[in-house]
């Protein structure tokens, strides 16, 4: 296995563990559902996104007969996913406290965690293609 698919597979987990935590939270804290934008994103795109990366650069190329198009772009993949993840995260937690101090982490966390999924589209396209 690819070290980026391990790594893709493992973080899904720990997104989904905590996903799973901040959910809990709220039943037992519904008040603390201002918190929802962080949690849907850390289960979507950390746990289901992340899951279907990893899975996806798995098979395809196994699916397809071709070569993988690009392993760096695939390392590339997980660091921007993550820090992306991360920073968009930090962003919906401090929003209902501090709409300034949220903007640059969403703006920066969600621009990067669209650059990670583009380069997961176009890696996976061309694969497919066989180019
Ligand atoms: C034990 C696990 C989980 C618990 C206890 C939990 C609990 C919750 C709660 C209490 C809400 C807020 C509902 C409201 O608006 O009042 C919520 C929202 C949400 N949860 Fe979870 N959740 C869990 C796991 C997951 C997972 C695994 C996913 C996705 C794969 C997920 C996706 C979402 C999404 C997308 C929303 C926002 C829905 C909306 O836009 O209204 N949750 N969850
Ligand atoms: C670069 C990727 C993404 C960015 C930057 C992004 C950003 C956002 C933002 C800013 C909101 C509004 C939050 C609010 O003000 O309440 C939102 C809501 C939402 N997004 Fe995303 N999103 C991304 C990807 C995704 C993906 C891939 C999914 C599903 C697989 C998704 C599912 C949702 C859902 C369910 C909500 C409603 C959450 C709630 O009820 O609080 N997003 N997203």
Redesign the pocket.
């Known amino acids: 296995m690819e070290w980026f698919v391990e790594a893709f597979l493992k973080a899904a987990l720990v997104w989904l563990g905590a996903g799973v935590l901040l959910g809990l939270l709220f039943t037992v804290s519904p008040q603390q559902v201002v918190y929802?934008?962080a949690h849907?994103?850390i289960n979507?795109?950390g746990f289901?996104?992340m899951m279907i990366f990893g899975v996806a650069y798995h098979v395809i190329p196994r699916f397809t007969g071709n070569a993988l198009f690009s392993r760096r772009a695939a390392g590339w993949n997980w660091w921007i996913s993550n820090v992306?993840l991360v920073l968009?995260v930090a962003g919906?937690f401090m929003r209902p406290h501090a709409v300034g101090a949220a903007a640059p982490a969403?703006a920066v966390?969600?621009t990067l965690?669209?650059a990670g999924?583009f380069i997961f589209i176009t890696n996976v396209w061309k694969t497919i293609d066989g180019n």
């Open positions: 929802r934008p849907a994103h979507l795109l289901v996104s992306g968009l919906f969403l966390g969600g965690a669209a999924a």
